[in-house]
């Protein structure tokens, strides 16, 4: 089979197949999701991680449909489909704005709030068994190379720093 680079006369990229970048971060993304389902199935056996990512992204004051999708890259039916699962189990419960019966504002209830503190705990689980592994200095090392590959994304920072 002749590869697409060939056909176009580029070389070859000098990376294998899947060890680029965008591989290992998606493994190691890949990686942290199981540690933290592991944990789940304890905890909250009905959640995912993308339920806790989105619970973790509601503020206390509640957020619109609309922005949290925006925040997380989604669409809007995708991400009403989550929080009426989310309602649908009573970790967050949503309702149409009395002066604007188009915007549905979304809030976690305390069985959403105690959802969000089991995740952070699983997160600092696995942040400290990668502090371990890679030793503190190197971890910090990561995280600060991390944010600073994220900075053009202000905005999601933003939010993602607020209390």
Known sequence: MTSVNALSG????????GLHIAGLFGLALKRLRA??????ERGFPDLRVSHYRLL??????GAR????????????QGLGQ???YLDKLGFTESDRLPEDRRVRLVRRTG??????AFSHAAIGRVEQAWK????PERYELLR???LELCQPFTDELEWLERD
């Open 144 to 146: 600060g190379m991390l």
């Open 65 to 76: 449909i609309t922005d949290l999708a925006e925040i997380a890259g989604m669409t809007k």
């Open 111 to 116: 069985k959403g709030d105690e959802a969000v």
């Open 35 to 40: 540690e933290i389902e592991i944990d789940s």
């Open 10 to 17: 580029s070389p070859r990229p000098p990376v294998e197949r």
């Open 82 to 84: 989550h929080v009426d």
């Open 132 to 135: 371990e592994q890679l030793g």
């Open 56 to 61: 973790e992204l509601i503020p206390d004051s």
